[in-house]
Nanobody
Framework: VQLQASGGGLVQAGDSLRLSCAASGLTFGRYTICWFRQAPGQEREFVLAMHRVGGSTYYADSVKGRFTMSRDNDKNMAYLHMNSLKPEDTAVYYC???????????????????WGQGTQVTVSS
């Protein structure tokens, strides 16, 4: 199983950016897909996830109203759409996959067995 996140870069505050997560080696539609991020010196934190059952989406409060997620199960792709970016969004962004059915677990890094390598997003003020 491989996940590969891409699309990061250097943008200005207020800009938009779309990250992609390409998956292989798994039946994509059977997995909850999540985006996490990690800023320097900080713990990896939950951003948002799309549950494998029904497609319900869960957001961190810090990105609600600005970030959305989509997925294309036929193409084994997931996308993180980031709008109104802020300097505090600067981090390495990771996509991850989990087979969990437990809704309360989707925000936990320990729920995810498959991780992409991360892509850097830097937002300048």
């Amino acid at each position: 199983v491989q996940l590969q996140a891409s699309g990061g870069g250097l943008v200005q505050a207020g800009d938009s950016l779309r990250l992609s997560c390409a998956a292989s080696g798994l039946t994509f539609g059977r997995y909850t897909i999540c985006w996490f991020r990690q800023a320097p010196g900080q713990e990896r934190e939950f951003v948002l996830a799309m549950h494998r059952v029904g497609g319900s989406t869960y957001y961190a409060d810090s990105v609600k109203g600005r970030f959305t997620m989509s997925r294309d199960n036929d193409k084994n792709m997931a996308y993180l759409h980031m709008n109104s970016l802020k300097p505090e969004d600067t981090a390495v962004y990771y996509c991850a996959a989990s087979s969990t059915n437990i809704v309360s677990a989707v925000r936990l890094t320990t729920s995810y067995g498959y991780w992409g390598q991360g892509t850097q997003v830097t937002v300048s003020s």
